[in-house]
């Protein structure tokens, strides 16, 4: 099968960085929840919004998480109030102050600017990755780079946990016509890239759930296109193709 996503150009990645940096200066001013979520509805949506996401993660006791995209931490005390420890990850600088700021003292924290496509951990250092709204903004290439090197983070029998907004945007805070390079892809894009991972052959990501639609958008929103993905490090048997299908 055609494992590659369909529709998006090749595109320059140090563009891409530059357009995504361009995009949250302008829309980020305050470190908001509003921002984060990029809707002037957002507290009403968060209420509900965020304990659906946090129910279709697996039991996080005594895990270590990687959190990619943290942003002000919408998620991270409710995920490091049940992991062992949370690595909390986000290129923009104010956004991972601002988490800091109001979760460090939990304790079980390391907080990190950083950039996620250039992202550097020890092998099988992690149990789960968790991230919310992150791949829109990195190019097919960059999807697939994080996907083959969070693969080989993971521990055997570790779970990436991913949601996204496929093929229109969440909120009403970026008007229609204004700058927005988010890449809104087709379930089946995401599906395709990490379909075609692997590490060294042994390890290959297994389907748990994927494109499982957030109620909470479906009933604020009508919009049926924020899909969460499940997935799970696998041994590669063969006999037998278990890799996401």
């Not at 996907?147 to 983070?153: E, M, R």
């Not at 924020?226 to 041994?235: I, P």
Request: glycine share 6%.
């Amino acid at each position: 099968m055609d494992c590659q996503p369909q529709g998006q150009e090749k595109v320059d990645h140090a563009d891409v960085r530059e357009d995504m940096v361009e995009f949250w200066r302008e829309l980020s001013h305050d470190c908001s929840v509003q921002e984060m979520m990029g809707d002037e509805n957002a507290d009403e949506l968060d209420q509900e919004e965020r304990p659906e996401i946090l129910a279709m993660l697996h039991d996080l006791s005594g895990k270590r998480v990687l959190e990619l995209g943290a942003g002000i931490g919408r998620f991270t005390p409710s995920v490091a109030g049940q992991a062992d420890h949370v690595t909390a990850v986000d290129f923009v600088e104010a956004f991972i102050k601002k988490n800091e700021e109001t979760n460090r003292h939990l304790g079980n924290i390391v907080f990190l600017q950083a950039d996620v496509t250039r992202l550097d951990l020890p092998p099988e250092s992690v149990d789960v990755v968790f991230s919310n709204w992150l791949m829109q903004y990195l190019a097919d290439e960059e999807v697939s780079a994080l996907a083959a090197k969070a693969l080989s983070w993971l521990t055997d029998g570790g779970y990436f946990f991913f949601r996204e907004s496929c093929f229109e945007k969440s909120g009403n805070k970026v008007k229609d016509g204004s700058f927005n390079p988010t890449f809104y892809r087709s379930p089946a894009d995401y599906s395709a890239i990490f379909y075609a991972v692997a590490q060294d052959g042994r390890y290959v990501y297994q389907e748990q759930f994927a494109g499982r639609a957030v109620k909470t958008y479906i009933k604020h929103k009508n919009n049926k296109h924020q899909l969460c993905w499940l997935l799970k490090k696998v041994r590669h048997d063969r006999s037998d193709d278990v890799n996401i299908k």
